[in-house]
């Protein structure tokens, strides 16, 4: 599983990184055409909007992958350390099923309604843009389970080499 993550983790890293090279050159352009030519695009102005959306839930998915994301923790930082893992635990299976419910199931929901609906300026359908929601969320739900894993053994090391070998 850990494999399986290293690999997702570098193309999800290497997709944003595409999307913020490619919203680059479209902006530049965009600029370029609008103060040059008196004339901007309309096309690449949609696109790069399109491309920001994307990059904002893929890299949403990544940052929760390497548990980088902003959270609360002064209540659960009080809690003893056994009491603190089985929170992170329960919060992880809450993110996993509203992720479930919201992003894979709703996401799904609107990307199928939004097929027979056309970009006016692209002409792709919006279900196209829509599909990075479930998506992410497929990618957020294995990086949750992956976390629940981890959080699972670092548990299962504490209750079998007693809390002072558990860094060691």
Sequence with gaps: MNKIKLILDKLIQLFCISLMVLMTV???????TRYIFNKPSAM????????FVWLVLYGAAYVFGQRDHMKIVF??????????????????????????GIMVYGGQLSTMKQMGQLDASLQIPIGVVYSAIP????????YALCNIRELYFIKYKKSKLGEDKLWT
């Design 26 to 32: 479209l902006v530049s352009w965009q600029v370029f």
């Design 135 to 142: 998506i992410s969320g497929i990618f957020i739900i294995f």
């Design 75 to 100: 209540v659960k930082e009080k809690l003893p350390f056994k009491f603190e893992i089985m929170a992170d635990i329960i919060q992880e299976i809450l993110i996993t099923i509203f992720t479930l």
């Design 44 to 51: 690449t102005e949609q696109l790069s909007q399109y491309l």
